[in-house]
């Protein structure tokens, strides 16, 4: 996203606070108030003058060149650098989620360089390349003892350019000449563990993958999946703008963080209005090299007691950065603020996000996760009361109520205690009371005196052969929505 000629790279925000808005226009007007040929290091200087976190030193204002600028920030700003024109269309294409490239994931197993998915479309692709194919020559150049970015290096190059791809599956090896092409980058992988656990991995956060991660919850969800773990374990960060939204859909929408300046303004950050948060049982892995945007939404679904942190303390980055385009092409990068959690958690001065469960190794952390979530209980977000018989469908789960639901003076009825019960709430009964509770909302039902009291208010209750029946509309009460369907006789509840 451009803004007066600025990216927004790794930790940052996408306009956040007022004084960075105002000070940028400031040094936008300054700037196209001279002649175009206006030089790189005044650009730089005036950039990092309005809004740089750290106050400038004698020897970064003295600099003649925007590298011995840069050079000399680094003492302060361990974060800053300078791009060459090259570099910074490189680093662009990185934060959009775009490359040029074949089109596939990798990553080493065994000393080799295994294809972890292909992307549909592409040139890897459209010519059969598959999930477990190994690269093992790029134009004649030998894989073997290469990183996986190593070996993306290699099939990177220009625009529709050809490259010599090598794979080897079942012990034969094929050579296919490939174009070089414009690639979405898939910055996620995912599949189902067990019966209903699904597994999302998100590798960076660029423009892309808030849509990734939604598409692919979706997709599991429709496979059967009602928990997830969600692998942040070497993710450096990148936009936190998409951090924001991911933060929406797997906690709760709101305040996500808050932004400090170095005169100690401060902003919050919330998730696109449009996000809409999904509530499952959630076990996220870490270790010491998730970072930054990784951070900010480990820190959020921690904060939010969305769900569990398993592994180790992560990196420590809570600085946000900010990328800026110079008038010959090239880039510098700066820290611009610090970012609290919505729990005020200060990610730098802790020096990373605690694991709610301490492991190190990384096969034990998986293992946890599964372990955890199968013991965990899956909280419905619908359920269907159907009028005139005994059946609900909690998340289109069938399930039997100990009596018929029925309408008396215009108020559909169900059998609370086992309505609530399917709904997720704890229930229990004493002296003629049962007492009911969801984690956030308590209401009790009074037998004796035909009540249930609950969300600040109170409701007849009727009793039928030893059952409560509570009237339905009662849960508007207590935050959930509730529609009726005339044309079915269904009371449909939702949970907010």
């Not at 000399?72 to 040029?100: C, H, R």
């Not at 690639?183 to 699904?198: F, H, K, N, R």
């Not at 880039?331 to 919505?342: D, E, L, V």
């Amino acid at each position: 996203m451009n803004i007066n000629n600025k990216k927004l790279f790794s930790c940052f925000l996408i306009i956040v606070i007022l004084v960075l808005t105002f000070s940028s226009i400031a040094v936008a007007a300054e700037i196209d108030s001279t002649t175009s040929s206006v030089s790189d290091e005044t650009a730089a200087l005036l950039y990092l003058q309005y809004n740089s976190y750290y106050d400038l030193s004698d020897e970064v204002t003295a600099a003649k060149t925007v590298p011995d600028m840069i050079a000399a920030l680094q003492k302060q700003d361990i974060w800053a650098s300078y791009m060459t024109p090259e570099q910074f269309d490189q680093v662009n294409l990185i934060v959009s989620g775009d490359i040029i490239g074949i089109g596939v994931q990798m990553e080493v197993q065994s000393g080799k360089v295994v294809i972890l998915n292909t992307i549909a479309g592409t040139s890897a692709a459209k010519a059969g390349f598959q999930k477990g194919d190994v690269i093992v020559k790029v134009d004649g150049t030998s894989t073997e003892g290469m990183t996986a970015a190593e070996v993306k290096q290699l099939l990177t190059g220009e625009l529709w350019s050809l490259v010599d791809v090598t794979i080897e599956r079942n012990g034969y090896q094929v050579t296919k000449t490939l174009s070089r092409v414009l690639v979405e980058t898939q910055s996620v992988a995912c599949w189902m563990l067990e019966d209903d656990i699904g597994y999302l991995r998100i590798y960076q956060f660029t423009d892309h993958t808030y849509n990734q991660v939604y598409n692919e919850i979706t997709a599991m969800q429709k496979k059967g999946m009602k928990k997830l773990v969600l692998d942040l374990r070497d993710c450096p960060g990148g936009v936190v703008d998409t951090a924001v939204d991911i933060c929406g859909l797997l906690a709760k929408t709101g305040p996500e963080a808050f932004v400090v300046t170095k005169n100690g303004y401060r902003s919050f950050y919330v998730s696109d209005k449009d996000v809409k948060s999904i509530n499952i049982p959630l076990a996220v892995l870490i270790n010491g090299s998730t970072a930054s945007a990784a951070e900010f939404l480990s820190a959020d679904i921690q904060d939010e007691g969305a769900g569990v942190l398993i592994g180790e303390q992560t990196y420590g980055k809570g600085f946000i950065q900010t990328m800026v385009e110079l008038p010959s092409g090239a880039g510098i990068k700066f820290t611009i603020a610090k970012y609290i959690s919505r729990g005020y958690q200060d990610i730098d001065e802790s020096g990373g996000v605690m694991p709610d469960i301490y492991l190190t190794d990384s096969d034990a952390q998986l293992a946890k996760a599964i372990s955890y979530l199968e013991d965990t209980k899956v909280t419905p977000q619908r359920i269907s009361v159907f009028i005139d018989k005994a059946n609900v469908a909690a998340d289109g789960v069938w399930n039997t109520l100990p009596g018929i639901s029925f309408i008396k003076s215009g108020k559909s009825y169900a059998a609370a205690a086992s309505l609530l019960t399917d709904f997720g709430w704890d229930v229990s009964y004493n002296d003629g009371c049962i007492y009911c509770y969801d984690g956030k909302n308590r209401l009790v039902i009074d037998t004796a005196a035909k009540k249930v009291i609950g969300g600040g208010t109170t409701a007849d209750i009727i009793i039928k052969n030893g059952i409560a029946y509570m009237p339905l509309a009662f849960f508007k009460e207590l935050g959930y929505t509730v529609n009726w369907d005339g044309v079915g006789r269904v009371v449909r509840i939702y949970r907010n």
